[in-house]
């Protein structure tokens, strides 16, 4: 057994409820969420989008209550400007090229306003099965401290994990890194005393043993 496959076995021991913190009951949704997610909190997102999705929870509805509106429902979120814009222009998309449905891959996902590869990989994870890492900040940040990738640049990072990580637990292996990375292997003091994967970590190993 890998070191790698080592770390992934130890997580899911300690967080088997480890699942995707954002509230959502369709595609869009989540797609929605997500968009919003970055540089915020899922807490903060699962606040705003509670009332938000009671008016609306489709690109049909999201182009009715309109931009000004919208930056209404999430000015408590970071960037909620540029994010509005986002969120109406991708609505739009869906409307005028999916029949407005949210598509199933990569490649289509990726052509709507304010949709990367990290946001693509959570609808396609989360919504369609489809196995994914999505490389976040936590994600990022965990892999470099655990050894999983050197990289800076995020796609090779989600490179290095997928080829560390068993296909099959992408979709969990993400989840489980970012669980782990809001409760113990934070940005600022991470709890490494506590972790239950410090054996196996390079950045306790090199840096607080010293």
């Known amino acids: 057994m890998t070191l790698y ?24 949704e989540l797609l929605v969420a997500t968009i919003l997610s970055a540089q915020s909190t899922d ?11 009671k008016v609306a929870n489709s690109p049909q509805k999201m182009l009715e209550l309109g931009e000004e509106k919208l930056k209404e429902y999430i000015r408590t979120i970071g960037f909620y400007n540029a994010k509005s814009k986002n969120i109406i222009k991708m609505s739009e998309q869906l409307v005028e090229a999916f029949n407005s449905k949210v598509p199933s891959t990569m490649e289509e996902l990726t052509t709507l306003a304010g949709v990367g590869r990290k946001t693509a990989n959570v609808v396609l994870s989360n919504c369609f ?14 892999a470099h401290r655990l050894g999983f990738s050197d990289e800076n640049d995020v796609y090779k990072v989600e490179l290095d994990l997928n080829s560390k990580i068993k296909k099959s637990e992408w979709s969990l292996a993400h989840h489980l890194l970012i669980f782990h990375g809001r409760r113990v292997c934070k940005a600022k003091n991470p709890l490494c005393e506590q972790c239950g994967v410090n054996m196996y970590c390079r950045y306790y190993k090199g840096s607080v043993q010293q």
């Open 43 to 53: 807490k903060r997102v699962n606040i705003v989008t509670k009332e938000l999705f």
């Open 129 to 142: 099965g489809v196995q994914a890492i999505a490389v976040d900040t936590h994600v990022f940040r965990l």
């Open 5 to 28: 496959q080592k770390i992934i076995n130890k997580l899911k021991q300690m967080y088997p409820e480890a699942h995707c913190e954002l509230d959502f009951s369709s595609e869009y």
